[in-house]
């Protein structure tokens, strides 16, 4: 097939890389991964670096005729919420797109609305609290400490640190006011679970797969230290390495274990309306209680990373997963009027 692969102007991957190279922390490796495999498998695949500018998705989507686009965009014209509205357009353009819908996208990217969606599914999820930009930040007596603090629309654990734990209005009041002056988004505070950090992936628009139980293992964190996916977690491989940090399939979980997260974490994708692939994040806490956390529509898929580790354990190839995400995206329809 002929496929447009949607990606940053600046992460527009090299034509190839040395055997042996490692590109793990290379900003364009999942689009190198990404790109390569499809065209290994036989696909003719086209980069087009995106930034401000829809007219070349356009132009391209006229004159080449692609069958799909493969998105692999987190933002447009460096705003993070503006991401939807891209896949919106080539809704428009009737071009078929690997991912999630746009409604999906709008509901999960919105972590106040989607928690209000999933507690009306009666999805256990924390108690929280929204701090506008020039509101006053008063804590309601039904949040008590300790309080996770974090951006309202932000992914990939930006502005996540240690410090995102408060345990005080004082400092409830300083990390508020750290997310509205250095993200520059509302923050959200939410009851902060103590326990393991879960992740399920699911494929699927209508019929659901939800990939094994996937687990981030802190081995050798500090003393005091939270065990949460801070920006040093997720990115630093430095970081990574000093004290331990890993991740793969969820140890001690028994069988019906898994199964009731699973299960739960299907929920939570139907109950935000997403479609493509998601990967959603839990808290298991201390009592084995599970806590959905949030819902990350078009997750990192480079190989070897959680989502495509966590399909290969099910015995699903990284090409097998990258074909299932095109084969998804093809057979997606918005809904028409009759």
């Known amino acids: 097939m002929r496929i447009l692969a949607l990606v940053h102007r600046h992460l527009i991957p090299p ?20 790109i390569s495999t499809l065209t290994a498998m036989g696909h003719e695949v086209q980069a087009l670096g995106v930034h401000d500018d829809l007219g070349e998705i356009r132009r391209l989507a006229t004159e080449w005729k692609p069958h799909i686009a493969f998105n692999l965009l987190e933002g447009f014209d460096d705003i993070t919420v503006f991401d939807q509205n891209v896949v919106s357009h080539l809704e428009l ?27 009306y599914h009666r999805i256990p999820m924390p108690e929280f609290e929204v701090f506008r930009i020039g509101r006053p930040i008063r804590r309601a007596k039904r949040l008590s400490f300790p309080l996770m603090v974090k951006s309202l629309t932000q992914e990939a654990s930006i502005g996540i640190s240690q410090a995102s734990v408060v345990d005080s209005d004082e400092k409830l009041k300083e990390r508020v006011t750290f997310i509205h002056e250095s993200i520059r988004t509302a923050a959200i505070v939410e009851q902060y679970i103590e326990g393991r950090e879960l992740y399920v992936g699911v494929l699927g628009n209508q019929l659901l797969q939800a990939l094994p139980v996937w687990e981030l293992f802190f081995t050798n964190m500090p003393d005091g230290a939270k065990r949460i996916a801070t ?24 069988d019906p274990k898994s199964e009731q997260l699973q299960h739960l974490c299907k929920r939570a994708y139907r109950a935000l309306e997403l479609s493509g692939y998601a990967r959603i994040d839990l808290r298991l806490d201390e009592a084995g209680n599970p806590w959905v956390i949030e819902a990350n529509p078009n997750p990192q898929i480079a190989r070897g990373e959680d989502f495509a580790a966590s399909a290969e354990k099910a015995g699903i190839s990284y090409e097998t997963v ?10 997606w329809q918005p809904e028409s009027v009759a």
């Open 322 to 331: 990258l074909q299932r995400i095109i084969n998804l995206g093809l057979r």
């Open 93 to 119: 353009l009737k071009l078929a797109y690997t991912g999630c819908n746009p409604r999906g996208m709008l509901l999960a990217r919105d972590k106040s609305l989607s928690k209000k969606l999933l507690a």
């Open 231 to 254: 920006d040093r977690v997720k990115w630093s491989v430095k970081y990574q390495k000093k004290y331990g940090i890993d991740s793969g399939p969820a140890r001690e979980l028994a």
């Open 15 to 34: 034509a190839s890389v040395d055997a042996g190279t490692d590109i793990t922390g290379e900003p364009w490796r999942t689009e190198y991964d990404v």
